[in-house]
């Protein structure tokens, strides 16, 4: 080939190169698909606990700010020809480092557990981060997704595979699964030796937390992603069907509902027999405990994905955008505390009057509550 | 919301979602019913997209002649370039400018299904923003990403090959094999690259939107077959025109008097091996050869 064929040639490899290039960056441009997660904090001897868009779990200090990391999680399965494939963990451009972990952490005794991505849970000693166990010791199982709750010395989660996970908090040792029709997203809660979980099976089941046998099932017409808020004997459920279901929870019969225009996604604060509702539809919504009927309503200019905290006489509400309010319990007033310009998605931590947000720039954005004033942040990276 | 996402994304996201409900909650038959649809919508653009390029790669030869012919007086060859296009009734731009209009609707259809098929928890999360007050959109979502035993979410081996073969398919009907050696060899490399690009691509990401790019493939490769057949794929590089071994210039006989829209028309051009001897040749070729205007004028004196 003489100098001008090679140069031809060469113009065409730069050219597909190029193409190659503009694919890869358009792929981006589609909001999530790489999974990045969005796990809260938890707080305990001073100490807050959150998992890092690095994949690992992170302990801090709240007294001196220092920090204690764990390992990375370990990532699995298909990572795709150029890493990009958005499953199991693995990621690519903005998409998280290392394994997504999307559940708080809980502490428990001595140890500290965490759920990931990548289909499975671990058990750290809360002072040195050192691992106690994993589970599944060797394989992996599907992604997991919701948060984990103990009682009893009993874990409990349910995982994208459909199955509620019971083990012994100690050694990691499964005890009973039960298996749902679809996947599972959201956080279990524990009531009254009842467990009461959402699938998307569009189902709620209330399951005996000793074995596993399902008591009843409560069916509505979305996937349920949301975390059950149980308060005086009801359990009150968020659904795609657009509705908020107050359910009964000796028979999971039908007490209310509760219509808007958007998914219920983050699971209600319940405070002085008063709903706080926050939905997809940019709104947060008051309702009476008693008979769903709407108190008021909120608009915030973005949907509210998060769990809200409440703190003394307000309740703190976080955007899907950043922008963080104060509602008012005594005044029914909405204050602009903050805007971070930062996806936030997953739920507030509040500690001593401080709320606590971890948000995607790999950061915790701390407000105290009481005067709105923005305190620095403390960074998750462990390269930092 | 952007314009963008509002009058484009957002109508597509829904339909696909809607599409999905009522094919048997199967988002695997919505894909492909959706990139039908809007091919079926585009085929006049299509049509004129295949229509150019046919017209483009039939003037081959003669381009490849004019090369030859003023190659070192580069606008003296675009002149007669710009001649021959003219004369054939082909705009060159028209292929491309085609192809820019369509790549807005593309881009928003593979938007549309990455958007719903909400990969990550964080591509449900936004997804939500995307949808439209039905109530038949809130309840079928999430939707179902099994489709014949594939995972649409995940990468899948056998349809990365299938994007490549019916994508390099779709190339070989639509392209002519240039008889110019270095222009055979580029077309050659652009045939067998991009759709190994779309393969290697294909591994790295959903199938969901393999599936679409396989889709859009064999809805092309039939619209192709329907308007130029087999085209590429029974060609062969030294048969792209007929009577290509001749190697002299057709007069017309008849006498009458050629319009000038005809000029060019008459000729037949090769550019086979000059030093072949089971063929006439003019011992000078150029004085034998066809010059515009030359030749002309010539002939006016004769009459």
């Known amino acids: 080939m003489n100098l001008k064929g090679k140069w031809r040639v060469g113009r065409i490899v730069l050219l597909l190169v190029l193409m190659l290039a503009v694919c890869l960056a358009g792929f981006g441009c589609v909001k999530g698909l790489a999974p990045i997660g969005w796990s809260g904090g938890s ?102 997704v919701g948060g984990i709750v103990i009682s009893g010395d009993r874990l409990y989660i349910g995982g994208e595979d459909g199955k509620v996970y019971a083990l012994d908090a100690a050694t990691g040792d499964p005890v009973w699964e039960f298996q749902t029709d679809d996947k599972i997203w959201g956080t279990p809660t524990l009531y009254d030796g009842k467990l009461f979980i959402g699938s998307f099976d569009k189902k709620l089941y209330a399951l005996d937390a000793a074995d596993g046998s399902k008591e009843w099932e409560f069916l509505t017409e979305g996937s349920i992603i949301a975390t059950p808020l149980v308060y005086n004997d009801v359990v009150y459920i968020g659904s795609f069907d657009r509705n908020l279901y107050a359910v009964n929870v000796s028979n999971g019969s039908l007490k209310w509902q509760f219509m808007a225009n958007n998914w219920f996604w983050a ?9 706080y509702a926050p939905c997809l539809d940019n709104y947060v919504y008051t309702i009476k405990e008693e008979n769903g009927a709407k108190i008021d309503e909120y608009e915030l200019g973005g949907p509210v994905s ?26 029914k007033e909405v204050s602009h505390l903050a805007d971070f310009e930062q996806d936030v998605d997953g739920p507030l931590t509040e500690y001593e009057g401080i709320v606590y947000i971890h948000t995607p720039d790999g950061s915790l954005r701390r407000i105290n509550a009481a005067t709105g004033a923005i305190l620095r942040p403390i960074s998750l990276e462990s390269q930092n | 919301m ?39 919508c585009m085929f006049p653009l299509t049509l004129s997209q295949i229509r150019s390029s046919k017209a483009m790669q039939d003037l081959q030869p003669k381009i490849a002649e004019l090369q030859k012919k003023f190659g070192k007086d580069k606008q003296k060859l675009t002149q007669e370039q710009m001649k021959l296009y003219k004369e054939s009734g082909v705009k060159p731009a028209g ?34 923003k995307y949808l439209y007050p039905w109530p038949i959109v809130f309840s079928v979502l999430p939707l179902d990403r ?52 779309f393969a290697l691509l294909a591994l790295s990401f959903p199938s969901g939107l393999s599936l679409y790019w396989v889709a859009n493939s064999v809805v092309r490769v039939v619209l192709q077959y329907r308007v130029t057949g087999w085209g590429g794929l029974r060609r062969k590089p030294a048969e792209t025109t007929a009577d290509t071994d001749k190697k002299y210039v057709k007069f017309d006989e008849s006498g009458e008097k050629k319009s000038v829209d005809d000029v060019g028309a008459d000729i037949v051009i090769s550019d086979t091996d000059p030093d072949r001897k089971d063929i006439y040749q003019p011992s000078k070729p150029s004085k034998a050869r066809y010059q515009p205007g030359k030749d002309r004028a010539q002939r006016r004196r004769k009459k």
């Open chain 1, 306 to 331: 998060s769990r809200p905290v409440v703190v003394n006489d307000s309740v703190i509400v976080a955007t899907t955008k950043g922008v963080v309010y104060s509602i008012s319990m005594t005044t």
């Open chain 2, 2 to 40: 952007n314009p963008w996402e509002l009058i484009i994304q957002q109508p597509v996201t829904n339909v696909l979602i809607v599409m999905s409900h009522y094919l048997g909650d199967s988002f695997g038959l919505a894909i492909i019913a959706l990139t039908v649809i809007v091919n079926i």
């Open chain 2, 95 to 128: 292929c491309f400018i085609t192809m820019v209009i369509q790549m807005p609707v593309w881009i928003a259809l593979y938007q549309s299904i990455m958007l719903a098929l909400a990969v990550a928890p964080e591509g449900l999360l936004n997804l939500s």
């Open chain 1, 267 to 275: 699971e209600p604060v319940v405070v002085n027999d008063v709903i």
């Open chain 1, 43 to 144: 707080i305990s001897d001073n100490t807050l606990f959150v998992g890092t868009r690095e994949g690992r779990l992170v302990a801090i200090n709240l007294a001196d700010e220092s920090r204690l990391w764990t390992e990375p999680l370990k990532k699995v399965g298909q990572t795709g020809l150029f890493g990009c494939s958005p499953i199991m963990g693995g990621g690519c451009g903005s998409g998280s480092a290392g394994v997504a972990i999307y559940g708080t952490p809980v502490v428990y005794g001595e140890l500290v557990y965490i759920a990931g991505y990548n289909g499975k849970i671990y058990a750290y000693n809360t002072t040195s981060l050192a691992l106690r166990w994993v589970y599944p010791r060797e394989s992996n199982l599907n992604p997991f």
């Open chain 2, 146 to 197: 099994s489709f014949l035993m594939l995972d649409l979410a995940q990468p899948n081996f056998i349809l990365a090959i299938l994007v490549g073969a019916s994508m390099w398919l779709q190339q070989k009907m639509s392209t002519t094999i240039p008889s110019d050696p270095r222009q055979a060899q580029q077309s050659q490399m652009m045939l067998w690259m991009m759709p190994m690009m």
